[in-house]
């Protein structure tokens, strides 16, 4: 019964109030900013592509159908299961303003055991995740620099792993002509290794920073996806989305499966408590408010994405550049391209900023090395966390394919996504008297449809995704029995140096 120990509620407000915490610098606005920089991104502007048109092996084999101009529907299939989550995050980050997210909650909620694998679950959805943003933000990057006559060597554009599972006859034609190192063929995606690295600079220099560039981002997101709109709208043929659901329910789930990276995000402000003022309020309105303003926006651009060229041409890195291209709008999709760059720079940052902070909290609780703890006295930044996250991204994005990465990140949040669920109804029953600034209505339908329609979008996954997923928790279970429980400070009462002192003079 000691795996599943939970932490007192109390112990983990104390934790945000320590004056070696995090800096309260956010409001509601900045909340909602930074759900939209998230959540509009690599989805809308990547893998659309593939929820529409599907996905088809060199060899021919279907990994998964698309859904085609019933994508529409996968959208609001997907707003309907994440508002549920919301609902129920948006109460646990009222109960508990703290850095962790879905870790903490699970931990006061669930126990440690459960914590921890919510935890690694996390590292799919943050750090994995930012691995598949990075290489699609590459792939607006070459389209924007094409533009300008620009064209960089194709093996230093597209990873190895990219081009090993393209059905492009001209990208796998690299596997020949690009250059050799002992043998092996050189291909290295280069500007998703470099955008990445710039992120992590900003990321350091202080919350502040960080969030007054979303905000700008955000705001020239918004206007190219308008652009879209409303250029698209015009030379929409209502032809195209005949046939609306070419692939049936099959088709829809299995387009929501792999679309529903478009939504991932919104939890991610969760992880901005310790940096919010007053959370208990803001909180809950930037989850909330973030995702039904990302859910309008989305169902309006799939509609006309769809209806501006056959569905199946979305398929690739960046589909709504490409349908405007195709359509012969050529000026409008370089348009498009720059703002995605612009666009996805912005989820980027903001994942690069939630991942170092969850390591930060379990690295409190001794899950990992105290060290992780570390908070910069001057930008009063996780900056050791940051800068390890920064490299590992950075060096997955070198050779990695976005297509995989989307399966095992959307796998691993909706895992996450479903305990949160389960936690909010546990609590109700084990400490139905707590306060609660935010209260999910009909908790019981709420949470376990909740969790129940995270899993039936599980299911529309391919076996594949499981597999990996299985090996990733085993890899992460193996981590815990070998460091974690031994090191625990709930197990092992040792909470007398939890948080490493700032490094650097305060300020």
């Not at 303003?293 to 169902?299: D, K, Q, R």
């Not at 056959?310 to 709504?320: F, I, K, S, T």
Request: proline residues 6%.
């Amino acid at each position: 019964m000691q795996l599943f120990r939970r932490k007192p509620i109390a112990e983990l407000i104390d934790e945000s109030g320590n004056p070696n915490a995090l800096k309260r610098e956010l409001g509601a606005g900045d909340l909602i900013m930074l759900a939209i920089g998230a959540v509009i991104g690599a989805g809308i502007f990547s893998s659309i592509g593939t929820a529409a048109a599907g996905e088809i092996l060199p060899n021919g084999v279907v990994v998964r159908y698309g859904a085609g101009p019933a994508l529409v529907i996968s959208f609001i299939l997907l707003g309907a299961v994440c508002g549920l989550a919301a609902l129920c995050y948006a109460e646990l980050a009222s109960m508990i303003p703290q850095a962790g997210s879905a870790y903490a909650y699970s931990y006061a909620t669930l126990g440690e055991l459960v914590a921890w694998i919510i935890g690694w679950d996390l590292i799919l959805e943050y750090a994995v995740g930012n691995v598949a943003v990075a290489v699609a933000w590459s792939g607006y990057f070459n389209s924007l620099l094409s533009g300008f006559g620009i064209h960089l060597p194709d093996y230093l554009t597209h990873g190895y792993r990219a081009v090993m599972k393209s059905s492009d006859p001209e990208v796998q034609a690299l596997m020949q002509s690009a250059p050799r190192f002992l043998g092996m063929p050189v291909l290295l995606n280069l500007p998703a290794f470099a955008i990445v690295a710039a992120v992590t600079w900003l990321l350091m220099r202080g919350v502040r920073e960080s969030a007054r560039a979303n905000n700008i981002m955000v705001v020239i997101k918004l206007l190219v996806l308008l652009l879209f709109v409303v250029v698209g709208s015009m030379h929409v043929d209502m032809n195209n989305f005949t046939p609306f659901a070419p692939n049936g329910w099959r088709g829809i789930h299995q387009g929501a499966a792999i679309v529903f990276f478009a939504y991932i995000g919104f939890d991610a402000i969760s992880t901005a408590a310790e940096e919010t003022k007053d959370p208990q309020r803001n909180l809950p309105i930037g989850i909330l408010g973030g995702l039904a303003i990302c859910t309008v926006i989305y169902v309006i651009v799939g509609l006309v994405a769809t209806g501006l060229v056959p569905y199946e041409q979305l398929r690739g890195a960046d589909p709504l550049a490409k349908a405007l291209d195709v359509a012969g709008l050529h000026t409008a999709g370089w348009i498009v391209s720059a703002g995605a760059v612009v666009s996805l720079t912005a989820v980027l940052l903001v994942f690069q900023y939630g991942q170092p902070r969850i390591f930060y909290a379990m690295a409190r609780d001794g899950l990992l090395p105290r060290w992780a703890a570390k908070v910069s006295g001057k930008a009063r930044v996780p900056y050791i966390t940051t800068l390890l996250t920064g490299a590992a991204v950075a060096v997955g994005a070198l050779f990695a394919d976005e297509n995989e990465i989307y399966d095992l990140t959307n796998i691993g949040t909706l895992s996450a996504f479903a305990i949160v669920c389960i936690g909010v109804l546990v609590l109700r029953i084990i400490d139905p008297h707590r306060h609660r600034p935010f209260r999910v209505p009909f908790v019981w339908p709420v949470t376990l449809l909740g969790a129940g329609a995270c899993i039936y979008v599980m299911s529309g996954l391919p076996p594949h995704a499981w597999e990996r997923f299985a090996i990733w928790l085993a890899l992460g279970l193996a981590v815990y029995f070998l460091y974690g429980i031994r090191h625990s400070t709930l197990q092992h009462g040792d909470r007398g140096d939890e948080i490493p002192p700032l490094d650097g003079p305060a300020h």
